[in-house]
């Protein structure tokens, strides 16, 4: 089995008597989609939280290419090249779609202190975040104010700004959320043929995409991980069923 | 060309145009008044920085303000007295000279700037608006007792400041300094709102948790501009006391605090020339309804209710329309 890029183990999170997080391990490998499912309020986003670096676990640790970051915040795991698309997206609703592109690949590049020079004269950043726009088929939208996009098309742009990092994993909170039936295959096409770039910790509802795409599935409920295994593991599972697919199959 | 680039200019050149017209029609008080505006544009110009593209609501701005003043009338006082400021462990004389003042005057109010942004940028909304209060009042009581520049009376000079090559007396010299200076901080503004910096700035104020999933830390950002916004201001202040030839703890008064943004809302939050047209707008006011009632601020508070209630891009936004994205 090769390395694991990202390793999260026996992380534990809790709010007052709330165990939002229990004993929960799971690890992502190279080449990889890992989707996590659960029902509504088993945790998911508490645990994205704690693996891109806004939740500090009470017990357990997050490895990451290697190195332990549990104590690392979300700045310095996106440097180490961990790539986070928002659930409820998270984009700069005043600039077009090309600024939030070019404000991923600045953070890539580095030099931050740059004062005079107009960013989006930078052919560099540009082509960074044009090539971003025009692998998720937002290139038509580059010079669209976000705010005036579309709910599935802030949804392409939230991949794209994660692409220019150029990442070494994917964290995905909800990328199909609102994208339709047409615009849900495309982003599984898409979703399909960026594993061998890197892999995807995916979190999503939309089963149909789930089980296309993902080559483990772990199920979380109640902060728990019940199970992890391939699609037809997961589908075979009787505890999987009674707790959570019985309603979504 | 933009609108909004058009009404700009024309804003520079009729604050230009005053000033030189009654220097010919011999009216040395419109002079001053253009002078004044110039220099509480820079110091909105300044706020606007932090406030505008950073979110940062600061009530404090006076401090840098007054810090810029006081820088003044300290050296000018040393200056005119022949005695030197410390003598040790080196002296330190005092100085009529205006770029060495105004060295002091950014550089101390910059320092200001970055501990007072060090603590209170860990907060944020209502909490940050009163920190930044909090230290600009601090400011102002530590000048109040501070006896040896004249406590609560401050510190007069009586001539004016030097600068080399020019002779700062005559009114529309004075006004040329200010007037560039202005011109020179807007230019900056403008490249800084486009640059790598302001863009990340700007969307750290969108959305906080985008900018850190990039890997770019929205603290450092806001310090940075923290500090740029405090030098600017602190350097209106050097300025605004050269114009008095006066500088006292009004300066510092967290009233002070509050016209500086008055003049960055009533022209116009995170517009290039926003602050011009609001300190203009400003002195205007205070100058053509304060001849009628000294109770004129009546109208003022009336002019920024309406403002914020209907015209949040201020005297800008009213007369350009709504800003539009950068490319």
Do not use: C
Not at chain 1, 162 to 170: E, V
Not at chain 2, 234 to 246: E, I, K, P, S
Not at chain 2, 254 to 269: D, P, R, Y
């Amino acid at each position: 089995m090769a390395e694991s890029v990202l390793a999260i183990a026996n992380v534990s999170k809790s709010f007052g008597a709330l165990k939002a997080s229990d004993d929960v391990s799971l690890d992502l490998r190279p080449g990889e989609i890992h989707a996590l499912i659960g029902p509504n309020g088993a945790g998911k986003s508490t645990l994205i939280a704690q693996i891109a670096g806004g939740l500090k676990p009470d017990a357990g640790a997050i490895r990451f290419l290697g190195e332990d970051v549990t104590h690392l915040d979300t700045v310095g795991r996106a440097k180490l090249g961990l790539g986070r698309t928002f659930q409820v997206s998270a984009l700069a609703m005043e600039y077009t779609a090309l600024q939030n592109a070019v404000l991923g690949a600045m953070g890539a590049s580095g030099g931050i202190f740059r004062f005079f020079r107009r960013a989006l004269s930078d052919q560099g950043l540009r082509d960074v975040a044009e090539k971003a726009l025009a692998r998720v088929g937002l290139s038509d939208q580059a010079g669209t104010v976000t705010s005036e996009l579309s709910h599935g098309q802030r949804r392409q742009l939230e991949v794209a700004v994660a692409l220019t990092l150029n990442p070494k994993a994917f964290l995905m909170d909800e990328p199909m959320a609102g994208l339709g039936e047409a615009g849900s295959k495309e982003m599984t096409a898409f979703l399909d043929s960026l594993r061998s770039e890197a892999p995807i910790l995916l979190v999503e509802h939309d089963m149909d995409a789930v089980f296309t795409l993902a080559d483990r599935i772990s199920v979380l409920v109640y902060g728990r991980i019940i199970a992890t295994g391939t699609a037809d593991e997961i589908r075979g599972d009787p505890e999987v069923r009674r707790a959570y697919l019985g309603e979504a199959v | 060309m933009s609108r909004e680039t058009l009404i700009n200019i024309a804003l520079a050149a009729i604050l230009l145009a005053v000033p030189i017209w009654a220097h010919f029609a011999d009216e040395p008080f419109i002079i001053t008044l253009s002078t004044k505006v110039a220099i509480l544009a820079l110091a909105g110009v300044g706020l606007n920085l932090a406030l505008g593209l950073g979110g940062l609501v600061s009530f404090g701005h006076a401090a840098y303000f007054g810090i810029g003043g006081y820088a003044m009338g300290i050296l000018a006082s040393h200056a005119q007295d022949y005695t030197p400021f410390m003598e040790w462990p080196f002296v330190i004389e005092g100085t009529n000279q205006m770029p060495i003042i105004w060295l002091v005057a950014v550089v101390m109010s910059g320092l200001a700037a970055l501990a007072i942004g060090a603590l209170s940028l860990r907060t944020s909304g209502i909490f940050f608006i009163m920190i930044t209060l909090a230290f600009g009042q601090m400011f102002y009581y530590f000048a109040i007792s501070w006896t040896a520049y004249g406590g609560e009376d401050g510190v007069s000079i009586y001539v004016r400041n030097e600068f080399p090559g020019l002779n700062t007396l005559d009114a529309i010299q004075f006004f040329a300094l200010a007037f560039t200076a202005l011109m020179l901080a807007l230019i900056f503004s403008s490249r800084l709102a486009k640059s790598r910096f302001g863009l990340a700035l700007t969307a750290a104020r969108q959305a906080e948790q985008r900018v850190e999933t990039v890997g770019i830390k929205p603290f450092q950002l806001r310090l940075t501009v923290f500090v740029i916004s405090g030098m600017i201001t602190g350097l209106a202040g050097a300025l605004m006391a050269d114009l008095n030839r006066f500088v006292s703890p009004v300066m510092l008064s967290w009233q002070t605090s509050g016209e500086i943004m008055i003049f960055v809302i009533l022209g116009g939050v995170a517009r290039l020339f926003g602050p011009v047209a609001g300190a203009a707008m400003f002195i205007l006011m205070e100058h053509i309804l304060g001849g009628f009632s000294e109770f004129w601020h009546g109208w003022l508070g009336l002019v920024l209710l309406l403002i914020v209630l209907f015209a949040r891009g201020g005297l800008i936004g009213v007369l350009a329309g709504k800003e539009k994205a950068d490319g």
